[in-house]
């Protein structure tokens, strides 16, 4: 069973930064692309980054390029989403989303994480 | 950039049809994949390239793609379909994916 279990978020005050985790089961992570997708309260989904199977192709979002990172170990099954210089607009539950592809693009999201919150406040 | 539109609100009848577009620039020529979301949980893949399911989604979810409009079409809507509904494609233009802005299921 394909299981994604998202960790990490939190409070965190603007400028601050985060680092989001999202440990993978039941497949064989490396075989298959990632991304991070986000909701703010009362919003709709919003793509954050993306993340090749082997790691050699990375895309974000434009309100977040520049200030995160998507990572991945494969070693460990493991996603991540480094966040800084965090603003109060990146308040939103984070979502990790195994693509079903292990490139990406036009294939769809087949499993999501549980989704984490974060919140960017004083 | 591109965007995906769809009406913020639906609402039908039990039994009845419930038919979700989703407008963008050419967009029949893109695979297009539909999410349901419902309160308090993750979005779960319900059509993907348009007209296929994942195992264990009812029949009674389809979908169409053609010229500028996608849509998601629930035959038979039960109370249980009360949902927002997204639409999500590839923009190879950007390398970015898109969502849509979302439609709100409300069976009456």
């Known amino acids: 069973e394909v299981q994604l279990l998202d960790s990490g978020g939190g409070l965190v005050q603007p400028g601050g930064s985060l680092r989001l985790s999202c440990a993978a089961s039941?497949?064989?992570?490396?075989?298959?692309?990632m991304s991070w997708v986000r909701q703010a309260p009362g919003k709709g989904l919003e793509w954050v980054s993306h993340?090749?199977?082997?790691?050699?192709?990375?895309y974000y979002a434009d309100s977040v390029k520049g200030r995160f990172t998507i990572s991945r170990d494969n070693s460990k099954n493991t996603l991540y989403l480094q966040m800084n210089s965090l603003r109060a607009d990146d308040t939103a539950v984070y979502y990790c989303?195994?693509?079903?592809?292990?490139?990406?693009?036009?294939?769809?999201?087949?499993?999501w994480g549980q989704g984490t919150p974060v919140t960017v406040s004083s | 950039s591109y965007v995906l539109t769809q009406p913020p609100s639906v609402s039908v009848a039990p039994g009845q049809t419930a038919r979700i577009p989703c407008g963008g620039n050419?967009?029949?020529?893109?695979?297009v994949h539909w999410y349901q979301q419902k309160p308090g949980q993750a979005p779960v893949l319900v059509v993907y390239?348009?007209?296929d399911r994942p195992a264990g989604i009812p029949e009674r979810f389809s979908g169409s793609n053609s010229g500028n409009t996608a849509t998601l079409t629930i035959s038979r809507v039960e109370v249980g379909d009360e949902a927002d509904y997204y639409c999500?494609?590839?923009?190879?233009?950007?390398?970015?994916?898109?969502f849509g802005t979302g439609t709100k299921v409300t069976v009456l």
């Open positions: 989303a195994k693509v079903s592809s292990l490139v990406g693009g036009s294939f769809p999201f087949d499993y």
């Open positions: 050419n967009i029949g020529s893109k695979s």
């Open positions: 993340l090749s199977g082997g790691g050699g192709a990375t």
């Open positions: 039941g497949f064989t992570f490396s075989n298959y692309a």
């Open positions: 390239d348009a007209g």
């Open positions: 999500h494609v590839w923009d190879s233009n950007s390398d970015h994916y898109v």
